[in-house]
């Protein structure tokens, strides 16, 4: 399926810009997302982005917002990403305010979303980060779950700052279509625009996606993502998320406060 040709438009969320892509969005929030770039504008927006030569996908959410504001580097490389897209509800929430009705669009399901074109059109594929155990048993799932997948180069990200550089060469050399990185964020983000440059293909920070693809994490179940509360399915898993958290009213209470 071909790319969309509808270029996204910047929106500032707290003076973070998010991407608002056009054409018809997915269906209804958890009832499972379009896996077409006809009917996925984000998927398109992300496929056009590769055709154009490719570039850094970052997902923002309530809690990555806050954390730009307060630290200028993170907000530097938001601002310099090739395409950044609504992840999480809160932001939804803010660009309805601004008159955009817009799908949320979880990062997890994108960058599914991708592994399956390449796998269909034959994409280099490249993942970084998580645990050696996790990586393990995502590359061992991957190979099953996409068969013909070109999985190229993948490392977890419990390597010795010394060995990066190395790292970095050996991936930059395959130019791949694709790379995934769960490095955590911020350092994700900081880390793939460090490669700008000299990276090729799609680079997109993907958090926790790897734990929940080899299973070692559960996503919310549906029913939580369409009420728009995964954090606090979260919360329950990670309590000692708390402190992250207290991103989400802090976030609420400037959006409200927000002119223009």
């Known amino acids: 399926m071909a790319a969309m040709e509808t270029a996204p438009r910047r929106v500032p969320v707290l003076k973070i810009g998010v991407d608002v892509c056009g054409g018809p969005g997915p269906g209804p929030l958890g009832a499972g997302p379009a896996r077409d770039s006809a009917s996925n504008p984000v998927l398109g927006a992300a496929l056009t982005l590769h055709e154009r030569g490719g570039g850094q996908i970052v997902t923002l959410n309530a809690e990555m917002t806050m954390a730009a504001k307060a ?8 601002a310099a990403a090739d ?3 609504p992840d999480g509800a809160g932001v939804v929430w803010a660009l309805q305010r601004k008159g955009f009705r817009v799908q949320r669009a979880p990062g997890i ?4 979303m991708l592994l399956e074109h390449a796998r269909e059109h034959g994409w280099r594929v490249a ?12 590359v061992e799932r991957l190979r099953r779950e996409l068969p013909g997948l070109d999985l190229a180069f993948h490392r977890h990200g419990y390597q010795q700052p010394q060995d990066w550089p190395a790292i970095e060469q050996e991936l930059l050399a395959l130019r791949p279509d694709l790379v995934l990185a769960a490095l955590g964020v911020p350092r994700q983000e900081t880390w793939i625009h460090g490669l700008a440059g000299r990276r090729t293909g799609l680079w997109m920070g993907v958090g926790g ?6 299973g070692t994490k559960q996503r919310a179940p549906r029913w939580m993502r369409a009420l728009r509360i995964e954090w606090l399915y979260r919360l329950v898993q990670e309590p ?5 958290m207290l991103a989400l009213p802090e976030f609420a209470l400037a959006v409200l406060k927000e002119r223009g």
């Open 71 to 78: 630290n200028p580097e993170l907000g530097a490389v938001m």
């Open 83 to 85: 395409l950044v897209i």
């Open 109 to 112: 399901e994108l960058a599914r």
């Open 127 to 138: 993942l970084v980060g998580a645990s050696p155990e996790v990586m393990a048993t995502l």
């Open 209 to 214: 996606s790897f734990d929940v693809w080899a």
């Open 240 to 244: 000692s998320r708390w402190r992250r």
